[in-house]
């Protein structure tokens, strides 16, 4: 009697001191469509390490929807997969000017023939992905095959802010993404969902080698070579939509920044009839969407509200929707020491699930994706990789996306809160979704050292009849989306975590 008591007036005080969060369920924001990682540049050695086991626990944290004998969830259920379509600097070796771990292998030979047989790890991992559920997978592409290019590298090396490829080359690119797209399906079973051509175009680097495939390009560059990819694809009878821009910065969407005017205003130059050269409205499988990483926009934290509103005003005036398909931590990213050294700890999660939840619900993003799946003493890895070893390590960081990519399946659908409680980036932070299977799902994050009281409901009713299952993420061994004891929406939010509350 007396511990029932106890129980009671602790209840009662969690309560009292708890700030309600409600969810106004006559306030549907935008429908989720994925989250996701990419499979550059690790799976094309993880993929062929000779221990299966590894490769399959990789896969399993990543891409599982089952969970354990507890009922904890044994990965975190990505539904996008983004397969990195080589450009063929593997095949040049070192004449290739790339640093030989970002290298990547092409589908197609100099003679025009097409080798399948190529991207073999990726090939792996793409078909272990389908294999566990992943739905959707996006072919992106940091440059053209080298055989098109102007420099006959997958490197721009200093040319300067134009496409890295031949203007007699245009036709066969698109070509070559249809046969790709065609060629993964036919020999592999693998369906594309969705492609894209250019990655960050607008970057204010000139892409100097020895380093990594890529090549800037104009907004007309990219324009055309979505025009003509689309005129392809419909010739060969695909669905597969084609993506723009992957713009390297979020800054180069709404103005110029450290660039000329031919790489930046993506969202007008696309989006207005008035850019006669460059709109792309009306072409077909180009769907009415924006790509763009969040990188170094993330401080000061006050800046990283303000961009992602102001970005969430524009797209709403030209009627695009918008993806955040790509972000790592680079060193402006201060607060956790910026990128170098690997972090397995909440530090890193943390920081990262407050991007998220900015781009969610600040700049409506329908997809979010990490940068790498895996990778090495770095922070850009959801899981640390010990290549030489054929080893690997899960971190809180894998598990923080995994509050989100878990339990918010595609389609669902994210909702206004209401609160009288200020948003505090160093404290709670709430966002609310509903599948499309009826389940509501909650995300609060506790960024402070303290424990904090929390209440949340739907609406203005009773909540009494309605139970939560809670998953938290935190420092604490085995809190890796670790169920806790259903609640009826009051409860506790651990120092220094995340916790997901899925109705019942």
């Known amino acids: 009697m007396k511990q029932t008591l106890t129980l009671a007036l602790l209840t009662i005080a969690i309560a009292a001191q708890a700030q309600t969060y409600t969810i106004n369920p006559k306030s549907p924001q935008q429908t989720i469509e994925h989250f996701g990682a990419s499979d550059a540049w690790s799976m094309q050695n993880i993929g062929i390490w000779p221990e299966e086991k590894a490769q399959q626990q990789i896969a399993d944290w990543l891409f599982s929807m089952e969970n354990d004998a507890n009922g904890q969830p044994r990965g975190i259920g990505l539904s996008l997969w983004r397969f990195n379509l080589g450009a063929g600097s593997a095949e040049q070796g070192d004449s290739s000017y790339i640093n030989r771990d970002t290298r990547t292998e092409c589908f197609l030979r100099y003679d025009g023939t097409y080798d399948w047989t190529r991207q073999a790890g990726q090939v792996k991992f793409l078909k272990m992905a389908k294999q566990r559920g992943v739905p959707y997978v996006l072919a992106f592409l940091n440059s053209p095959p080298v055989y098109f290019t102007e420099n006959e590298l997958a490197t721009n090396t200093g040319r300067g802010g134009t496409l890295n490829l031949r203007y007699e080359c245009y036709d066969a690119f698109a070509q070559f993404m249809a046969e790709a797209v065609s060629g993964l399906e036919r020999e592999h079973g693998i369906h594309v969902d969705y492609i894209s051509p250019v990655n960050e175009p607008d970057g204010h680097w000139n892409w100097q080698g020895p380093k990594q495939e890529g090549s800037p390009a104009t907004n007309w560059e990219i324009s055309e070579v979505a025009r003509k990819t689309s005129d392809a694809f419909t010739k060969k009878g695909l669905k597969t939509q084609i993506m723009v821009n992957?713009?390297?910065?979020?800054?180069?969407?709404?103005?110029?920044?450290?660039?000329?005017?031919?790489?930046?205003?993506?969202?007008?130059?696309?989006?207005?009839?008035?850019?006669?050269?460059?709109?792309?409205?009306?072409?077909?499988?180009?769907?009415?969407?924006?790509?763009?990483?969040?990188?170094?926009?993330?401080?000061?934290?006050?800046?990283?509200?303000?961009?992602?509103?102001?970005?969430?005003?524009?797209?709403?005036?030209?009627?695009?929707?918008?993806?955040?398909?790509?972000?790592?931590?680079?060193?402006?990213?201060?607060?956790?020491?910026?990128?170098?050294?690997?972090?397995?700890?909440?530090?890193?999660?943390?920081?990262?699930?407050r991007v998220i939840h900015h781009d969610l619900c600040y700049a409506n993003a329908e997809s979010w994706s990490w940068w790498r799946a895996c990778g090495g003493n770095y922070k850009d890895g959801l899981i640390r990789v010990f290549d030489r070893r054929h080893e690997a390590r899960d971190s809180r960081l894998l598990w923080a996306l995994g509050n989100y990519s878990r339990f918010v399946r595609p389609g669902a659908v994210r909702y206004d809160i209401d609160t009288k409680q200020k948003e505090d980036p160093y404290g709670v932070m709430v966002s609310a979704y509903k599948n499309q299977d009826g389940s509501w799902v909650v995300v609060a994050i506790n960024y402070s050292q303290d424990s904090q009281p929390f209440s949340f409901t739907v609406g203005r009713d009773a909540v009494s009849a309605r139970k939560w299952q809670p998953y938290r993420t935190s420092d604490t061994d085995g809190e890796t989306l670790k169920p806790l004891t259903p609640c009826s929406g009051e409860t506790t939010l651990a120092p220094r975590s995340i916790t997901t509350f899925v109705s019942q």
């Open 246 to 353: 992957e713009s390297s910065d979020l800054r180069c969407l709404l103005g110029i920044y450290k660039t000329s005017w031919e790489r930046g205003n993506a969202i007008a130059s696309f989006w207005s009839k008035d850019s006669t050269r460059t709109y792309l409205g009306d072409t077909p499988l180009v769907p009415h969407l924006m790509l763009a990483h969040s990188y170094w926009t993330n401080t000061p934290v006050s800046y990283m509200k303000r961009i992602r509103q102001d970005l969430r005003r524009t797209l709403k005036k030209y009627g695009v929707k918008f993806w955040q398909s790509e972000i790592c931590i680079m060193s402006n990213d201060e607060e956790i020491g910026g990128g170098g050294g690997y972090d397995f700890t909440m530090k890193t999660a943390l920081y990262v699930a």
